[in-house]
């Protein structure tokens, strides 16, 4: 688990931006009924591909789950690129809510590479890159700034 808050000298932050605008889009939730948004993006670092992520929020619940591909992205098989899957949300002793590594929640097409798990992702090289985006996205895209500045307060235990 990783406890989500504004961080300076991260690294090369600056150089992230979005390729192009991210991908809105609605879908109902099999578990509530309710329609949700979710967004579809992609991150350069220095003008160059570096992540493409899928973020769906699930408003029953107040949490949004990621899903950040990372490597070279060279085609057609994408055979070095890994999916990590993060989810922003309350978790059990905390009020505020927090970023945990989960497992992807899709995994289909080449572009996805590898989906990695919680205990490989914690393994991973990538690991510390994958926060940094993360980090930035939660800065730079509405959904997740929502998600984790917006938040209601925890709910009480009852």
Known sequence: MKRWGRRTGV????EFTFDGTPDQRFQTCDDCGEEHEGRTGFVQLGG???AVYFADWYPH??????DVVMGSFAGPDHDDNVTFGCRYGHV?????????LVPPLRHSGAIMGRAIDREAALQHPLLPDMWRVTDWLVENDDLLHRTVFHAPPRPAAG
């Open 61 to 66: 619940t107040y949490e949004t789950y990621v």
């Open 48 to 50: 160059r591909p570096h």
């Open 11 to 14: 690294g090369a932050d600056a």
């Open 92 to 100: 059990d002793g905390q009020a505020e809510i927090a970023a945990s």
